[in-house]
């Protein structure tokens, strides 16, 4: 797992939000997989992202927005969507609307669809924020598990040293718009 840091307003979701291919570089090159995505600005099929606070439509359920959000492209169905629910701790609550759950059950939310279609790349925006502790120690173990067992990718941005200490291998730090490496 990757890890990006940095203070408030360093510019680590605009990082993120480079390499889902949602922005365009000033200049240079965003590569993933070998692939330069900035020609076509192209979301890369096998991308999961969980970026700032996703848009879910508050009077669908979050099974529903799930199945929705799965049907633009396809690969998984409800079984794989209540599977995920389960993952994250959702499942219990996945037939009540979503202008119902609090914070840090639409962070849930947002977690599983990220990663829903099993994605080789995972590219996390604060995933941790809004979220009790023992959910914090759920999602860790979730994303260990991705990363050793499927061999998932995972970047995540975060200003919580403790999270990126405790799951990261490999740390950046942002600072002045400028990405280091801090630690390998």
């Not at 020609?39 to 606070?53: D, F, Q, Y």
């Not at 759920?138 to 598990?145: A, C, G, P, S, W």
């Given at each position: 797992?990757?890890?990006?840091?940095?203070?408030?307003?360093?510019?680590?979701?605009?990082?993120?939000?480079?390499?889902?291919?949602?922005?365009?570089?000033?200049?240079?090159?965003?590569?993933?997989?070998?692939?330069?995505?900035?020609?076509?600005?192209?979301?890369?099929?096998?991308?999961?992202?969980?970026?700032?606070?996703?848009?879910?439509?508050?009077?669908?359920?979050?099974?529903?927005?799930?199945?929705?959000?799965?049907?633009?492209?396809?690969?998984?169905?409800?079984?794989?969507?209540?599977?995920?629910?389960?993952?994250?701790?959702?499942?219990?609550?996945?037939?009540?609307?979503?202008?119902?759950?609090?914070?840090?059950?639409?962070?849930?939310?947002?977690?599983a669809q990220a990663?829903?279609?099993?994605p080789s790349i995972?590219?996390?925006?604060?995933?941790?924020?809004?979220?009790?502790?023992?959910?914090?120690?759920?999602?860790?173990?979730?994303?260990?598990?991705?990363?050793?067992?499927?061999?998932?990718?995972?970047?995540?941005?975060?200003?919580?040293?403790?999270?990126?200490?405790?799951?990261?291998?490999?740390?950046?730090?942002?600072?002045?718009?400028?990405?280091?490496?801090?630690?390998?």
């Amino acid at each position: 797992m990757i890890g990006i840091t940095g203070a408030n307003g360093s510019e680590k979701s605009l990082f993120v939000k480079l390499r889902a291919g949602l922005y365009s570089p000033s200049y240079g090159e965003v590569l993933i997989n070998g692939e330069n995505i900035v020609p076509e600005r192209k979301i890369p099929a096998n991308l999961g992202a969980l970026i700032e606070e996703p848009g879910f439509i508050n009077y669908y359920s979050g099974f529903k927005n799930l199945q929705y959000l799965a049907s633009i492209r396809g690969v998984v169905g409800n079984q794989e969507i209540n599977d995920t629910l389960k993952i994250v701790g959702l499942y219990e609550q996945k037939d009540q609307k979503v202008k119902t759950y609090s914070l840090g059950m639409r962070k849930k939310l947002g977690i599983a669809q990220a990663i829903m279609e099993n994605p080789s790349i995972l590219l996390l925006d604060e995933p941790m924020n809004a979220l009790d502790k023992s959910s914090v120690e759920n999602m860790r173990t979730l994303f260990r598990k991705l990363s050793s067992e499927k061999g998932t990718t995972i970047l995540i941005a975060s200003h919580s040293e403790e999270d990126i200490r405790i799951l990261c291998d490999k740390v950046y730090a942002i600072e002045d718009k400028v990405c280091t490496l801090c630690s390998d």
